[in-house]
């Protein structure tokens, strides 16, 4: 357990294990370190390298100074690898992805991603914006309708949105209700991908929908340097003891510095 400090003074709480080269897992929306899948893929890594997990701005351990943007998440993530010596590899899901990206295209030392399934559209029409909806949501202490209109506006499958309502861990998705729009400006601003010059690899899984695949082909397609793969897996994931070994195969085959 540690911490470190962003640009703008807020403290960001950070988790390391294992030895090796650094690589930092972003997570996505409503992840972070007391729930997710990036504890899983941390503990998978651990053997070969140094990974750090940490709560995003609004989460968990960490502060939230507003107003939120994207730079200030950026200068998040740019902490924790100052954290972890001044450069890693980095590994983002779904919102976590893009984050990664603009932090890469602003110049934070990464020396290679992997993504999965990051939601960037190249529609020319994007879908209606639900941020306005979800702050008031917020602010009506309607937390839960909040994250419900949130996986909703982004196609989370009816018996998803159900069967999350019903567990154990839904207080815990209500406190981070406000962060969701957090995340949907972070996807609805698209990184500069001519200038994340760093190798890239797009990952997505066998069992998600044309749509997520369609986003992870436009980004991939989009980057100077970029593999594309496809993972078996569940809908919107893949298990951390399939994941790790091909984000391993990619990290270890860049410069170590």
Avoid: K, N
Avoid at 154 to 182: D, I, K, M, N, Q
Avoid at 230 to 241: C, K, R, Y
């Amino acid at each position: 357990m540690g911490s470190a400090v962003s640009a703008d003074g807020t403290r960001i709480g950070f988790t390391r294990v294992g030895s090796g080269p650094a690589v930092v897992l972003v997570d996505g929306a409503c992840g972070f370190r007391g729930s997710g899948p990036m504890a899983g893929v941390a503990g998978a890594l651990s053997g070969s390298f140094t990974v750090f997990t940490y709560d995003r701005r609004g989460r968990g351990e960490s502060g939230d100074t507003m107003p939120h943007a994207i730079g200030r998440e950026v200068e998040d993530l740019a902490a924790v690898v100052g954290a972890a010596g001044g450069w890693a590899f980095a590994h983002g899901f779904s919102s976590g992805a893009v984050l990664a990206l603009h932090a890469a295209a602003a110049g934070v030392p990464l020396r290679a991603l992997s993504l999965l399934e990051p939601p960037l559209s190249f529609e020319p029409t994007p879908g209606p914006d639900v941020r306005p909806e979800i702050e008031a949501l917020v602010a009506a202490g309607r937390r839960g309708d909040a994250v419900t209109r949130f996986q909703v506006a982004c196609g989370v499958p009816e018996e998803f949105v159900a069967s999350a309502r019903r567990s154990p861990g839904w207080p815990a998705l209500e406190a981070l209700a406000h962060t969701t729009a957090y995340d949907l400006t972070i996807t609805a601003t698209p990184p500069d991908l001519a200038a994340v010059t760093a190798p890239v690899l797009v990952l997505d899984s066998a069992s998600s929908d044309d749509r997520m695949r369609s986003w992870a082909d436009g980004v991939a397609g989009r980057l100077p340097a970029a593999v594309r793969r496809t993972l078996p897996g569940e809908w919107h994931g893949v298990a951390p003891e399939v994941l790790a070994p091909v984000l391993a195969e990619h990290f270890a085959r860049q410069p170590a510095s």
